[in-house]
């Protein structure tokens, strides 16, 4: 799934996110009246929403490591980008932001749920584990003023535009 | 008829996929972990960024109800979207519990977005050591 990721990102213009999908597929064949099923993989390009040229600057990985993958959200505003991740049950210190090579990484972990002695599980759909999520950073963005806080399992991540970067407005003299 | 019914499922199979964008804007509907102590019954919310006063619980005989509106955060006010993986919206979980619960001892507590339901079970439904005597 790895090496056709990497070659249908190839072929796809700048700013398609791409998901590779295992797919079942099922057809009714009329003449042995049978359910046909083929299993194939498949690539979904969907384009992120990017407004223009300029803009194209995050390519989000949705590949999750684990069962366990938060949600983003990113939003563009004028003089920064944030991304919000919910993280319910994650505590602040086992999570962890890494900035190289212009790559964004939020990696931490979640923590099994310890389940008390003679206990039994009634429902357990709260998955547990390892998670990373990498955004793809463009040049604009000053890396060094990055900020992030954690509330009530949502984490914020501030990422400042550059001052080059800001919208200006030149009047005319 | 049959392209009718291979439409129908590529049609059903189409919708179902991770890469369709309403999967991730479907309605918010929380994940929730129930676990059964010999003394309490022991329940987990993910309720990440859902304010307190916006969930409701209730008991009705068995019968534990927990509700809500996940509401969106209105704070990010001029935004272009690049991507929107977060739901919103009311939502609404009901759970049969095993035994009857002492209704005015449940505790709830609300910590780094996940709501825990402590459910103490009444004097009648904890389990019992019954002694059988062997003639």
């Known amino acids: 799934l790895q090496s056709a990721k990497s070659e249908a990102v190839q072929r796809l213009p700048f700013g398609t996110s791409v998901e590779i999908l295992l797919v079942t597929k099922r057809r009714f064949n009329s003449t042995t009246n049978h359910l046909e099923e083929t299993m194939f993989v498949t690539v979904k390009r969907y384009p992120t929403f ?7 600057l995050f390519d ?14 990113i939003a563009e505003q004028e003089n920064e980008y944030v991304l919000v991740l919910e993280t319910p049950g994650v505590k602040k210190e086992d999570v962890k932001l890494n900035v190289e090579d212009n790559v964004l990484t939020i990696s931490g972990e979640r ?15 709260i998955s ?5 999520r990498t955004v793809k950073l463009s040049k604009n963005i000053n890396a060094e003023k990055i900020s992030a806080e954690l509330n009530d ?6 990422l400042p535009k550059q001052e080059a970067a800001k919208p200006r407005t030149i009047t005319i003299n | 008829m049959q392209k009718e019914i291979n439409r129908m499922f590529d049609t059903f199979w189409r919708g179902g996929t991770l890469a369709d964008r309403s ?21 987990k919310v993910e309720l990440p960024g859902v304010a307190k006063d916006d969930v409701k619980i209730t008991m009705e005989g068995n019968l534990l109800t927990i509700s809500g509106e996940k509401k969106e955060q209105k704070e990010t006010k001029k935004s272009n979207y690049h991507s929107l993986e977060r739901s919103y919206g009311s939502f609404s979980r009901s759970f049969t519990l095993p035994t009857t619960v002492q209704g005015d001892k449940v505790g709830a507590e609300y910590k780094d977005g996940v709501l825990t339901i402590n459910l103490p079970k009444a004097e009648e439904a904890k389990r019992k050591q019954i002694e059988v005597k062997v003639h």
């Not at chain 2, 999967?23 to 329940?43: K, R, T």
């Open chain 1, 128 to 132: 547990t584990g390892g998670f990373t």
């Open chain 1, 153 to 158: 399992g949502v984490l914020k991540i501030v």
């Open chain 1, 60 to 73: 989000t990985d949705r590949v999750a490591s684990t069962t366990f993958s938060p949600a983003m959200d």
């Open chain 1, 111 to 125: 923590k099994n749920h310890q389940l008390p002695e003679k206990a039994s599980w009634m429902r357990n759909e």
């Open chain 2, 23 to 43: 999967f991730y804007e479907g309605e918010f509907s929380p994940a929730v972990d129930i676990a059964e102590e010999d003394d309490q019954c022991l329940v």
């Open chain 1, 50 to 56: 990017f407004n223009n040229e300029l803009d194209r």
